[in-house]
């Protein structure tokens, strides 16, 4: 269920990202949205008194903070300027899979093959849904995308692991904390160079993907991860580019392909299986 919430906190990264962008520059948003993150969970870490990580956790945190807090939102934020919500989901859909392989070569814990026959047949569901929806080709913003779905992935990988020694929302804290001293500076200057046209949509996108995506999502994401495992959880993720294409059609206006509720009953299957199976 923790797992589940982070999916669904997630599944609205993307529409969030968009409407904030109404309001600010790509750089000024992800520096932003890294800053008031970082104030919450600096807020946490000195009222509970949390003492400073070991110095052994701080690669892993520091791979943390140039997947999950920088470089996915930078690069996925990047990409929304010129693709879809719909088509950026290809990178979700990929993500479950990738994060697998990565959590494998990491921890040397192999799932079965029934896992990884589950886990590739709904990576080609989502793919397949995905790209027929943006026309079959690839567009400008994909290799931003590529990018994203690398440096996530590793970043999911080593939060799995850190929450097992220590409670998810200091994993993300702490790699917020790490990330404050770039998001200031990145935060002044994007802010001088890139226009700001503040409006509701926009401060909503802000406050959801700052607080929601990168703080709260994180922690429950991270917790789900440490109690079931970095494999099992990552393909609940499945499920997130059909969340992020209702949301699309519900916020952004955007329309929904009749495949979408066939795809979203063939995901929920392999799903279903991954979370049976040995993993």
């Not at 969970?41 to 791979?63: C, E, I, K, M, S």
């Not at 300027?81 to 697998?100: D, F, I, R």
């Not at 804290?173 to 802010?191: E, K, M, N, Y």
Request: charged share 10%; proline share 4%.
């Amino acid at each position: 269920m923790l797992a589940a919430l982070g999916v669904i906190a997630f599944s609205l990264t993307f529409p969030s990202t968009v409407w904030g962008l109404t309001s600010f520059g790509p750089w000024s948003l992800v520096s932003l949205r890294s800053v008031l993150a970082a104030v919450i969970a600096g807020g946490f870490l000195l009222l509970l008194r949390v003492p400073v990580p070991d110095r052994r956790h701080w690669v892993a945190l520091a791979v943390v903070a140039g997947g999950v807090v920088v470089g996915f939102p930078l690069l996925t934020t990047l990409a929304l300027q010129t693709s879809t919500t719909s088509h950026a989901a290809v990178v979700v859909g990929l993500l479950p899979l990738t994060t697998a392989v990565f959590a494998a070569v990491r921890t040397g814990r192999r799932p079965s093959r029934a896992f990884w026959l589950a886990a590739g047949a709904g990576a080609a569901v989502v793919i397949a849904f995905t790209v027929s929806q943006s026309g079959g080709s690839l567009q400008g913003g994909d290799l931003y995308l590529f990018g994203a779905l690398l440096v996530c992935a590793a970043g999911y990988t080593e939060g799995g692991r850190l929450a097992r020694e220590m409670p998810g929302w200091q994993v993300i804290g702490w790699a917020l904390i790490l990330c404050l001293p770039l998001a200031l500076t990145g935060s002044a200057v994007s802010l001088a160079v890139e226009p700001v046209r503040l409006t509701a949509q926009g401060l909503i996108g802000l406050a959801w993907v700052a607080v929601v995506s990168t703080f709260c999502g994180l922690y429950v994401w991270y917790r789900g991860m440490a109690a079931i495992g970095i494999a099992r959880a990552s393909q609940l993720q499945l499920a997130q580019p059909l969340l992020t294409l209702v949301w699309s059609v519900a916020l952004l206006s955007e329309e929904l392909a009749q495949a979408a509720p066939l795809a979203a009953v063939a995901v929920l299957v392999c799903i279903a299986v991954t979370q049976r199976v040995r993993s």
